[in-house]
């Protein structure tokens, strides 16, 4: 295999697949990237059996030439190392080619490297999504259903589907929902393509986090396939595989309350900045424990203690609060998470008892589950 590339593209392609690439797998291959050189361009691909990123480069774009093909091949080279070298390369083209027993030489300007590459034929298969449904949906929207979920996702591996989110195609619409038993993130958003199938599937929540990394703010659309336990979202010169959560996810639609004892609309950025201020005190805390009471005169005050440390207490004025007065105290991280996930100026907070979960939405929402986020108190009053 002989070819010369673009180092930029190269870099580009590289940075990608390495996304999927873990250093704790127990396949060693699969610390390599994969490459592959045809008639139609260079292939690259990164996995980590969990998820694979496969990035192509054409030989022309644009009527540019950016690939040189002088012979065909494909090796598998150590994508730490191979990663450093592409990226430090002096001049704008690499040429890369494999000689015996998979000795790969990469070449730019005067600087020349050696690698020693593997087989590419003992590189595991990449899984086939070929048969299952595809659904567009723009990237922005993808984006923002990923940043505003995927947060919430357990951390701890004890139950394992709690460790993805759990999406719900069902009437042409997406419902994404991520809890990890004491806060809730969930949006829905309707499809563009008519989907005659109900599909109820968990994504790892690591998944998402590194589609969301590759993705740009682009305004086109992504392609998602289903098929055989695995997702696959397709760009332009992009295959991103994820294989699928197994088990059945929780039914968090009972966990939402349905009546309201209180309501309070505040300002989001205002509430978060006190979260935030109260929170320098309440983190040395197991719980960064918050306390919120409602005042008279539309207040209400944001407080935390810790007794090693000190005290911190805030007034914030509130636009509205209708309801039973409110003495309730939370994990800060979760509150600011949340209030983060909102685009808006004002959100409305929905409390039905001291102990009981509550809901924050935005102020004025036309659908109730466009974007809700729940949070379960901490008992402390």
Same mark, same amino acid.
């Given at each position: 295999?002989?070819?010369?590339?673009?180092?930029?593209?190269?870099?580009?392609?590289?940075?990608?697949?390495?996304?999927a690439i873990s250093?704790?797998?127990?396949?060693?291959?699969?610390?390599?990237i994969?490459?592959?050189?045809?008639?139609?361009?260079?292939?690259?691909t990164?996995?980590d059996?969990?998820?694979?990123i496969e990035?192509?480069?054409?030989?022309?774009?644009?009527?540019e030439?950016?690939?040189?093909?002088e012979?065909f091949?494909?090796?598998v080279?150590?994508?730490?190392?191979?990663?450093?070298?592409?990226?430090?390369?002096?001049?704008?083209?690499?040429?890369?080619?494999?000689?015996?027993?998979?000795q790969?030489?990469?070449?730019?300007?005067q600087?020349?490297?050696?690698?020693?590459g593997?087989?590419?034929?003992?590189?595991?298969?990449?899984?086939?999504?070929?048969?299952?449904k595809?659904?567009?949906?723009?990237?922005?929207?993808l984006?923002?259903i990923?940043?505003q979920?995927?947060?919430?996702?357990?951390?701890i591996?004890?139950?394992?589907?709690?460790?993805?989110?759990n999406?719900?195609?069902?009437?042409?619409k997406?419902?994404?929902?991520?809890?990890?038993?004491?806060?809730?993130?969930?949006?829905?958003?309707?499809?563009?393509?008519?989907?005659?199938?109900?599909?109820?599937?968990?994504i790892?929540g690591?998944?998402?986090?590194?589609?969301?990394?590759?993705?740009?703010?682009a305004?086109?659309?992504?392609e998602? &396939?289903?098929a055989n336990?695995?997702?696959? +979202?397709?760009? %332009?010169?992009?295959?991103?595989?994820? !294989?699928?959560? $197994? =088990?059945?996810?929780?039914?968090t639609?009972r966990?939402?309350?349905?009546?309201?004892k209180?309501?309070?609309?505040?300002?989001?950025k205002?509430?978060?900045?006190a979260?935030?201020?109260?929170s320098?005190?309440a983190?040395e805390?197991?719980?960064?424990?918050?306390?919120?009471?409602t005042?008279?005169n539309?207040?209400?005050?944001?407080?935390?203690n810790?007794?090693e440390?000190?005290?911190?207490?805030?007034n914030?004025?509130?636009?509205?609060? &209708?309801?039973?007065?409110?003495?309730i105290? +939370?994990?800060? %991280?979760y509150?600011m998470?949340?209030? !983060?996930?909102f $685009? =808006?100026?004002?959100?409305?907070?929905?409390?039905?008892?001291?102990?009981?979960?509550?809901v924050?939405?935005?102020?004025?929402?036309?659908?109730?589950?466009?974007?809700l986020?729940?949070?379960?108190?901490?008992?402390?009053?």
């Amino acid at each position: 295999m002989k070819f010369v590339i673009e180092r930029d593209r190269l870099v580009q392609a590289v940075n990608e697949v390495t996304r999927a690439i873990s250093a704790r797998t127990t396949i060693p291959i699969l610390t390599g990237i994969k490459i592959v050189v045809n008639d139609e361009g260079v292939t690259l691909t990164g996995s980590d059996s969990d998820i694979s990123i496969e990035a192509f480069i054409p030989l022309i774009e644009n009527d540019e030439v950016i690939v040189e093909v002088e012979t065909f091949g494909g090796i598998v080279l150590q994508s730490k190392y191979f990663g450093d070298i592409v990226r430090r390369l002096p001049e704008e083209n690499v040429e890369i080619e494999v000689t015996s027993n998979y000795q790969t030489n990469i070449s730019s300007g005067q600087a020349s490297f050696t690698l020693n590459g593997l087989d590419p034929m003992e590189y595991p298969k990449l899984p086939e999504v070929t048969d299952g449904k595809t659904i567009k949906i723009p990237i922005n929207v993808l984006k923002n259903i990923v940043r505003q979920t995927v947060f919430a996702v357990s951390a701890i591996e004890v139950r394992p589907v709690l460790t993805g989110v759990n999406w719900i195609i069902k009437d042409n619409k997406l419902s994404a929902v991520a809890t990890d038993s004491h806060r809730l993130a969930l949006r829905e958003i309707p499809l563009e393509t008519d989907i005659d199938e109900e599909y109820n599937i968990v994504i790892p929540g690591k998944s998402l986090s590194e589609l969301n990394k590759i993705l740009d703010d682009a305004s086109e659309s992504i392609e998602m &396939t289903l098929a055989n336990n695995q997702i696959l +979202f397709k760009l %332009k010169d992009l295959l991103f595989y994820s !294989r699928l959560l $197994e =088990g059945s996810y929780p039914d968090t639609s009972r966990l939402i309350p349905t009546d309201t004892k209180s309501e309070l609309v505040i300002n989001s950025k205002a509430f978060l900045q006190a979260i935030d201020r109260a929170s320098l005190l309440a983190r040395e805390n197991r719980n960064n424990v918050i306390k919120l009471m409602t005042l008279e005169n539309g207040q209400v005050e944001v407080s935390s203690n810790s007794p090693e440390v000190g005290n911190v207490s805030e007034n914030v004025f509130s636009q509205s609060f &209708t309801g039973e007065e409110i003495k309730i105290s +939370f994990n800060g %991280k979760y509150m600011m998470d949340a209030l !983060r996930a909102f $685009e =808006g100026d004002d959100i409305q907070i929905s409390f039905s008892g001291t102990m009981r979960p509550f809901v924050l939405r935005p102020k004025d929402a036309a659908n109730p589950n466009e974007i809700l986020q729940l949070i379960t108190p901490v008992r402390t009053y």
